[in-house]
């Protein structure tokens, strides 16, 4: 594990990881950064917590947007993907919920 400081909104952070998930990290960071230096930047949101909120909020949409590669799911989002699974899995629910009154 590799140990390093990194800076967020003015704060410092210690972080740790192994040296090869170091530059992955490093671009999360900076991400996050500016997301949420832009947050503050617009002087509608004052505390740090809710700045980091915002920021969570605007990566997790970032990450359900996100399109599945070619392939049987090309072109699907993310969330559609979260979306199509648990409407399945409530299908499924459904359907074996019946089953347990015929034992």
């Given at each position: 594990?590799?140990?390093?400081?990194?800076?967020?909104?003015?704060?410092?952070?210690?972080?740790a990881c192994s040296t090869?998930?170091?530059?992955?990290?490093?671009?999360?960071?900076?991400?996050?950064?500016?997301?949420?230096?832009?947050?503050?930047?617009?002087?509608?949101?004052?505390?740090?917590?809710?700045?980091?909120?915002?920021?969570?909020?605007?990566?997790?949409?970032?990450?359900?947007?996100?399109?599945?590669?070619?392939?049987?799911?090309?072109?699907?989002?993310?969330?559609?993907?979260?979306?199509?699974?648990?409407?399945?899995?409530?299908?499924l629910d459904d359907a074996?919920?019946?089953?347990?009154?015929?034992?």
């Open positions: 594990m590799e140990r390093f400081e990194v800076s967020i909104l003015g704060r410092e952070y210690s972080m090869e998930e170091k530059p992955q990290l490093l671009a999360a960071v900076r991400h996050v950064d500016v997301l949420m230096q832009r947050i503050q930047g617009t002087g509608k949101v004052s505390s740090n917590e809710r700045i980091a909120v915002m920021a969570a909020l605007q990566v997790a949409g970032e990450l359900l947007a996100v399109k599945a590669p070619d392939g049987p799911l090309g072109g699907l989002a993310v969330g559609d993907f979260k979306r199509r699974i648990e409407d399945m899995n409530s299908l074996l919920s019946g089953q347990e009154k015929l034992l």
